[in-house]
């Protein structure tokens, strides 16, 4: 691995402790204004200084993120379909490299659908977009991205982690299932759990980190859970709490109840 894709992957997983919090801003690419990111600008200028990587598309980073940022972004690349479409896993390359290296990006995302009708075309839209970003020393971040009738168990997840990895994806970001431990056993990457939907309880969120971060994931990739929160800063700083400084559940809470006080 070259100097400038070691120094990419760095900004998003902190060399101090191995771990990263993302923090997911992409989901207009699909879902539109959806709930707390209809003014994306207002839910993430009070985050992203807590947040080691921020992930929006190119059209909400041009727009909402400050330039000024020191906070390394992660792009979505990928899209072309919509909640209100005939199929969520039809996807293509939305945004060249050559427009990532403009923004100044760390890396770059997209998503794969292994098992769905469309899996090849996400596979060959992940080798060939590793394709290019290698010629730049730019890391590739796949999206284990999953149907509506596809299980979210550790062996179909460890199947689409390892396959990402294998096509060059330099990070994995998946779903926590029981026995994950073997899905990151089987993935060569480092891998990050997404958050998925809002969660019914604070605690459940940090059970999910608490349990990721113990069987061997590197992070989070969390949006809603977050910025959907009704005390955001609070809630972040209570998941880097647990990727950052090994709290507990509880220890996170009691941290989330201090903060919201403020």
């Not at 760095?10 to 997911?24: D, E, H, N, W, Y």
């Not at 909640?83 to 490299?97: A, M």
């Not at 020393?137 to 460890?158: N, S």
């Not at 997404?194 to 061997?216: C, P, R, W």
Request: net charge negative; glycine share 8%; charged share 25%.
């Amino acid at each position: 691995m070259d100097w400038g894709m070691q120094n990419r992957i760095s900004q998003i997983i902190k060399p101090k402790t191995g771990r990263t919090v993302m923090l997911a801003v992409d989901h207009g690419y699909f879902l539109g204004p959806t709930s707390h990111l209809e003014n994306a600008k207002k839910t993430i200028e009070p985050l992203i200084e807590y947040a080691d990587a921020l992930m929006p598309a190119r059209g909400v980073l041009r727009a909402d993120v400050d330039p000024g940022t020191s906070t390394p972004i992660v792009l979505r690349v990928s899209g072309g379909n919509s909640i209100v479409g005939e199929d969520l896993t039809r996807e293509g390359i939305t945004t060249s490299v050559e427009d990532a290296l403009r923004l100044n990006v760390a890396a770059v995302a997209m998503s794969i659908y292994v098992g769905s009708k469309y899996e090849h075309q996400t596979l060959m839209n992940l080798g060939n977009l590793v394709n290019e970003c290698e010629r730049y020393g730019m890391p590739v971040v796949a999206v284990t991205a999953v149907g509506k009738d596809m299980v979210r168990d550790a062996r179909y997840l460890a199947l689409c982690c390892r396959i990402a990895a294998e096509l060059g994806a330099k990070i994995v970001k998946t779903y926590y299932t029981d026995d994950f431990q073997t899905v990151v056993e089987g993935c060569p990457v480092p891998i990050v759990v997404a958050g998925g939907k809002q969660m019914n309880t604070e605690m459940d969120v940090f059970e999910l980190v608490h349990s990721a971060i113990s069987e061997g994931a590197v992070g989070v990739d969390m949006g809603r859970n977050i910025w959907q929160n009704e005390y955001p800063v609070a809630m972040i700083k209570a998941v880097r709490s647990i990727v950052h400084e090994n709290f507990t559940p509880r220890k996170a809470m009691d941290l989330y109840n201090n903060e919201k006080e403020k």
